[in-house]
């Protein structure tokens, strides 16, 4: 539960021995950055802290600044809030006239260890224990609906990309390999046959495809800091707005070169079906 901090009291700097000593037994809080730069809090200050209401505040020492979790939900929202320790926040929450044991809990974070099947896990909790409903964080219902729909989004603006970005370089690569047409013609007259032409413009379009790919990968691992830094100050979050992971990476590698082989061979095969003398222009 987040609950706002509502004053600073003391600065252990400004604080006499006796004072430091009584403040070392105080509970313990932790403070969102946010929250921390807009108050000016560090560690070793002390804060009040109330719930909502302003009721039963009650004076904590900050053990330390925490970076909220980037939630694209919240984007553009400013996180001030402090995270207690659960008596902490059960004497600041529960009223004093509630009986003992009837505190609730609405839900629980379960860190499975590392290759645990987190939907086998999941199911097995919904059989052992009617009534709750465990699900992996990566399926979070309807809070995710949004997200989902901009997922595929992308997939079908990535689509047409590539099926557009195709065509043109057909039509780039048609245009290119016809300024060479006397040269393939000479090559022709000479006695080269065509599937040896044809070879080396395979081997030439493998060629300028692989470096046109490491150029396209390595401008996006630049541009992805950049496009981060600058987002994440605009919005005063953690959160990664473009990451080139090595499935991206291995991906964009594996449509990007075919492509561009099979735009140079289309057009150089549509080039080579012409008559030798016609394309060497005598």
């Known amino acids: 539960m987040r609950l706002a901090v509502l004053a600073i009291l003391a600065i252990l700097a400004g604080l006499p021995a006796a004072a430091v000593a009584q403040t070392s037994e105080l509970p313990t809080v932790l403070v969102s950055r946010q929250a921390a730069e807009a108050l000016g809090l560090s560690i070793g200050a002390v804060v009040q802290v109330a719930p909502p209401d302003g009721s039963r505040a009650r004076d904590f020492r900050v053990a330390g600044i925490y970076e909220p979790t980037p939630d694209p939900s919240r984007l553009g929202n400013a996180i001030h809030a402090v995270r207690l320790h659960l008596p902490d926040l059960l004497a600041l929450t529960t009223p004093p006239d509630a009986p003992k044991g009837a505190e609730s809990v609405d839900a629980i974070n379960v860190r499975l260890t590392p290759g645990t099947d987190a939907l086998a896990f999941s199911r097995d909790v919904n059989a052992r224990l009617p009534g709750l409903s465990a699900r992996p964080t ?7 609906g949004p997200f989902r729909v901009l997922e595929r989004f992308h997939l079908a603006i990535a689509i047409v990309t590539i099926l557009a970005s195709t065509v043109f370089l057909i039509a780039l690569t048609v245009m290119l390999v016809d300024e060479r047409r006397e040269t393939v013609g000479v090559l022709r007259l000479i006695g080269l046959p065509t599937s040896r032409v044809l070879a080396q413009v395979l081997l030439e379009g493998v060629l300028v495809a692989s470096v046109g790919s490491a150029f396209g990968l390595a401008l996006a ?10 987002f994440q100050w605009r919005y005063d979050t953690a959160l990664l707005f473009v990451q080139v992971t090595p499935s991206v990476a291995v991906t964009c590698v594996l449509i990007a070169i075919p492509l561009g082989v099979s735009a140079t061979v289309v057009a150089s095969w549509l080039l080579l079906r012409r008559n030798a003398l016609r394309l060497a222009r005598r």
Do not use: L
Not at 138 to 144: E, L, P, S
């Open 138 to 144: 990566t399926d979070a219902g309807a809070a995710a």
């Open 221 to 230: 691992v630049v541009s992805e800091g950049v496009i981060n830094r600058f």
